[in-house]
C-alpha cells in the first residue's frame, strides 16, 4: 500500500557471487535510496538516485554499484558479494525536496 | 560535519514509567528536516514525526511528544505513560543536502534501543 516493494525479501549467496537487490515504487518520485542496516550503526546510506540515470554515492558505497533506467526500478548491485555485506538492506523513496520517505520493507542478505 | 547522534544505545524501563529518547544534530544547513522513525521487532520503518528547521514548536500525538530546540540541536522524543507494545529501536534523522547543494539525502543517527517490560 506504501507503493514501494523491494525484492527479494530475503536471499543466501555465496561469496563471490554478484547479487542484485532490486527496489520498484508506484509514487513517480524523483528520489530513491539504498541503505544497510548493521547492528550498532544505524542505516548508513549506500547510493541513491535523483532522476533518470543520475546517481551518487553515499557513505559506505565502495563494493556496490547501482543502475535507474527508469523511474520506479532502483538496482542495487554487489558485484562479488563478501561476508561483510551480509545485511538488511533498505530501499527508499521521496519528493523532490526530501521531505517525506517512505521506505520499503527489506530485503535480508546473507553471504556465506 | 552533518551528523546525528543518539548517545543512548539501549533503555529500559517498566511499563507505565515515562522515557525521554534524545538526538542531537549538526548540520551547517539552515533548512533541513528533522524525522524520527520507529522500528518494531518485525524490523519495518515507521514514520513517526517530521519537523523543519523553521518550526520549533513542540508536538504531542497521544503519548507521545517532541521537543526541538535550536538552541542545543536537539530534538528529543518523549513517551509517556510507556506501554510493551512501544518496545522498539528509534531513530532520529536529518535530512540533509549534498555537497554539491541540490539533493537531498536523510542521515540516521545509530538508534536508541527501547525495551518496556511489564
Known amino acids: 500500500d506504501a507503493g514501494i516493494t523491494q525484492s527479494p525479501r530475503h536471499k543466501v549467496t555465496e561469496t563471490g557471487t554478484p547479487v542484485t537487490l532490486r527496489c520498484h515504487q508506484t509514487e513517480n518520485h524523483r528520489y530513491m535510496y539504498w541503505y544497510r542496516q548493521d547492528p550498532g550503526h544505524g542505516l548508513r546510506l549506500i547510493h541513491y538516485?535523483?532522476?533518470?540515470?543520475?546517481?551518487d554515492k553515499g557513505e559506505v558505497s565502495d563494493g556496490y554499484s547501482v543502475s535507474r533506467s527508469k523511474t520506479e526500478d532502483f538496482l542495487l548491485t554487489l558485484e562479488s558479494a563478501t561476508s561483510s555485506q551480509t545485511s538488511v538492506y533498505f530501499c527508499?523513496?521521496?519528493?523532490?525536496?526530501?521531505?517525506?520517505?517512505?521506505f520499503g520493507s527489506g530485503t535480508r542478505l546473507t553471504v556465506v | 560535519a552533518q551528523k546525528v547522534t543518539q548517545a543512548q544505545t539501549e533503555i529500559s524501563v517498566v511499563e507505565k514509567e515515562d522515557v525521554t529518547l534524545d538526538c542531537v544534530y549538526e548540520t551547517r544547513d539552515t533548512t533541513y528536516y528533522l524525522f524520527w522513525y520507529k522500528q518494531p521487532p518485525s524490523g519495518e520503518l515507521v514514520f513517526l514525526i517530521r519537523?523543519?528547521?523553521?518550526?520549533?514548536q513542540n508536538e504531542i500525538s497521544g503519548r507521545y511528544s517532541w521537543n526541538f530546540q535550536k538552541s542545543t540541536s536537539s530534538f528529543n522524543f518523549t513517551i509517556t505513560a510507556s506501554q510493551v507494545v512501544d518496545s522498539a529501536v528509534y531513530f532520529c534523522a536529518l535530512n540533509i543536502k549534498n555537497s554539491g547543494g541540490s539533493n537531498y539525502k536523510l542521515t540516521f543517527g545509530k538508534g536508541t534501543l527501547l525495551t518496556v517490560n511489564p
Open positions: 538516485s535523483y532522476g533518470v540515470k543520475d546517481t
Open positions: 527508499a523513496i521521496s519528493d523532490w525536496q526530501g521531505k517525506g520517505y517512505t
Open positions: 519537523r523543519n528547521s523553521f518550526d520549533e
